[in-house]
């Protein structure tokens, strides 16, 4: 009896081996089969941001004169609204000559009822130079108004792109209270003009760390 247990219990060892050994093949399949697919997945992560910069690059050209204005009442022609608007806001002296719109059209929604918030409108000038220009002076002016309202100045620039800009709001706002001069490049690039000369960041987390080791009382900055 005694010898018939003990090969009952060496069968029964042996028996867990075997599906032990089954176990972990089966595990050692799925986890072959797990990092098949973190590999497939992470090609794909990669396919598809080179689609996006590739789509970035074929856009951004065609958009690089396009502003959009927030604020201006609803009107008929958006083009010549657009055209009259800017120069009465912002001033002959800002345009050298004659300040075109190529095209410009309001935001694709319903249209607002009297007293609502008027749609954005996107405008694409003829001429670069004058998007600097419009720019520059509305920075210059600080806020606007036409007709009681007021107006700003946004980029025209994807959700996406326009979210990694974003970013950058602690590290712009640093810049303010450390009275740097900054410009926010594009695609999402923050420049910093030190005493040194420029400095560059397309991290957010970096330029933040970076300005917060900055003494409170800076000498003359050059631009």
Same mark, same amino acid.
């Given at each position: ?39 497939? %997945?992470?090609?794909? !992560? @990669?396919?598809?941001?080179? $689609? ?8 951004? +050209? /065609? ?34 000559? %004659?300040?075109?719109? !190529? @095209?410009?059209?309001?935001? $694709? ?8 918030? +008027? /749609? ?34 946004? %980029? ?68």
């Amino acid at each position: 009896k005694h010898g018939s247990l003990v090969e009952e219990m060496r069968q029964g060892f042996t028996s867990i081996q075997a599906g032990l050994s089954d176990l972990h093949s089966e595990v050692s399949s799925i986890n072959s089969k797990i990092d098949k697919i973190s590999q497939h %997945l992470d090609a794909s !992560e @990669r396919r598809i941001g080179d $689609l996006e910069d590739t789509i970035s690059k074929i856009w951004w +050209p /065609r958009r690089r004169s396009n502003l959009r204005i927030v604020g201006l009442p609803e009107g008929k022609d958006p083009v010549a609204f657009v055209e009259k608007a800017l120069v009465e806001v912002l001033g002959e002296a800002t345009f050298p000559g %004659l300040v075109e719109i !190529e @095209r410009a059209h309001r935001a $694709l929604r319903p249209r607002p009822r009297e007293g609502e918030r +008027p /749609r954005i409108i996107i405008f694409k000038l003829l001429r670069f130079p004058d998007k600097v220009r419009i720019l520059r002076r509305a920075r210059e002016m600080g806020q606007l108004t036409y007709q009681n309202q007021r107006m700003i100045f946004f %980029l025209d620039v994807s959700a996406e792109l326009q979210a990694k800009r974003h970013e950058f709001t602690e590290a712009r706002c640093l810049c303010h209270s450390l009275q740097i001069p900054f410009s926010l490049l594009h695609p999402a690039k923050l420049r910093v003009s030190l005493k040194e000369g420029p400095k560059f960041f397309v991290d957010p987390v970096e330029a933040v760390s970076f300005l917060k080791q900055l003494p409170a009382h800076l000498p003359a900055l050059a631009d």
